[in-house]
């Protein structure tokens, strides 16, 4: 069962989190081309219980009245990538588990088990990071995986089960 509300939290987190920049070390994978998607698999990782997490800045879900978030191409803005477009983003969970995932670093919803989230970011560099917490066993990771997403396309992040 598709969960629309955590698929609306996506697709709103995105769109705000599109100027905003993660800092990582690595560079963005380049772009293979425009009009050809990219999809990029990620095995998940054991993580550590009780230990500090530098891939999550926040998972505040209320809105902040004060906040100004500039709009997106679409809806009269600009991008924060060369030219006026932006890069589709789609979640492709291959596991039984629900996973939190963040968008440079800011929660943006829940993709559900076995399910599929989508979204829109600015083109451009972006760094998705997944987390499934456990109850019985420690939590399970994936990423951060930095990429660039070119203008007009779509970008995949398959998560799986580790090996």
Not at 40 to 51: E, I, M, N, P, Y
Not at 111 to 124: F, K, Q
Not at 127 to 145: M, R, V
């Amino acid at each position: 069962m598709i969960n629309l509300r955590s698929i609306a939290t996506l697709v709103a987190f995105l769109l705000v989190s599109m100027f905003a920049f993660a800092q990582v070390s690595t560079q963005p994978k380049p772009a293979t081309s425009a009009n050809k998607p990219q999809v990029v698999k990620d095995t998940a990782k054991t993580r550590g219980a009780d230990a500090a997490n530098p891939n999550i800045k926040t998972t505040e879900t209320k809105n902040d009245s004060r906040q100004q978030v500039p709009p997106p191409a679409n809806k009269g803005g600009g991008t924060r990538g060369a030219g006026p477009y932006q890069c589709g983003i789609h979640v492709d969970n291959h596991t039984g588990w629900r996973i939190d995932i963040y968008a440079d670093g800011n929660y943006a919803g829940t993709v559900n088990t076995w399910g599929d989230a989508y979204g829109i970011t600015g083109n451009g560099p972006t760094t998705l990071y997944g987390i499934a917490h456990f109850s019985d066993a420690p939590d399970l990771e994936w990423g951060p995986t930095l990429f660039n997403c070119p203008a007009g396309s779509v970008y995949t992040w398959q998560l799986n089960k580790p090996q």
